[in-house]
């Protein structure tokens, strides 16, 4: 009876450590995906800047030709 008083805070101890480890794991998983996705989104607004600098200045050189 003893023993098994003795073994019960040895395997919560073990339980919280893989615990830990479990949400660590998960903790750092969702921060890559968070980061892949603001990267994306940064392509994203990027490309879009680009189509609009180019429209303006197709718009720019127009106006300048009927000068």
Known sequence: M????Q???IIAVFGLIILFFISFTHFIKKLLINSSARTNN???IGKKL??????NEKIISLLKEKK
């Open 2 to 5: 003893e023993a098994i008083l």
């Open 7 to 9: 073994l019960i805070p």
């Open 42 to 44: 940064a392509n994203e």
């Open 50 to 55: 680009d189509m609009l600098i180019e429209q």
